[in-house]
């Protein structure tokens, strides 16, 4: 009779220590490679944007990417940013990119289209990154924002798409006030 007790005495405790060892490699699978997405609410508002007097005025719709390279959520947007170049940029849409200041590191080869800005006046009050701003092709402000809502950007949650085909037909955009949900981080660089 301890021989039929002994075997499911066995079995259980082999997939008792099968349970134990899965959870301990699942808990450390999402440890080190899984992060949880914190939303953040972020207010964007366009007012103090200006381009640099070398692109202002008349010219190609221009779209600004604001950027910091120690933000884990621009990984989200940079795929979609690279579509939108190959998409847009042959129709003459011209791309740029600003930096955080005081920050280092620089954009994957995919975005290597991306002129960079050194400077553009009021960058240093927007709220957060990543985010994007488009003039039309009279040198007005047509949208700032980001990219879409939520943890990542594609072309079928996006922002940009919509307004970069409108302003390509000619309409006129204003959209330079934007709430929304994300992942973002802050861009000021002020310390007191």
């Known amino acids: ?24 490699a699942y808990d450390w699978f999402q440890g080190r490679y899984l ?12 007012d103090p944007l200006q381009l640099p007097a070398e ?3 008349s010219g190609a719709i221009r779209l600004v990417h604001f950027w910091d390279p120690a933000c884990p959520c621009n990984v989200g947007n940079q795929q979609h940013l690279a579509e939108l170049i190959a998409t847009y940029g042959p129709q003459g849409v011209e791309f740029y990119s600003v930096q955080k200041p005081g920050s280092h590191g620089q954009l994957p080869a995919t975005l ?9 006046p009021g960058a240093e009050q927007i709220p957060a990154s990543p985010a994007v701003a488009i003039w039309d092709r009279n040198g007005k402000l047509a949208y700032f924002g980001p990219y879409s809502e939520g943890l990542t950007c594609n072309s079928s949650n996006s922002f940009i798409e919509p307004i970069l ?8 955009i204003n959209a330079t006030h934007t709430l ?9 660089t ?3």
């Not at 992060?35 to 366009?46: D, K």
């Not at 085909?165 to 006129?172: I, K, P, T, V």
Request: net charge positive.
């Open 112 to 120: 290597s289209a991306l002129k960079a800005l050194d400077h553009l």
């Open 55 to 57: 692109l202002a005025g």
């Open 1 to 24: 009779m301890r021989h039929s007790y002994r075997t499911p005495l066995l079995a259980s405790l082999l997939v008792l220590i099968c349970a134990v060892v899965l959870w301990s």
């Open 190 to 192: 002020n310390t007191h």
């Open 165 to 172: 085909q409108a302003l390509a037909s000619d309409r006129q």
């Open 180 to 188: 929304a949900v994300g992942c973002y981080c802050p861009w000021p």
């Open 35 to 46: 992060r949880a997405f914190s939303e953040h609410t972020a207010v964007f508002s366009g």
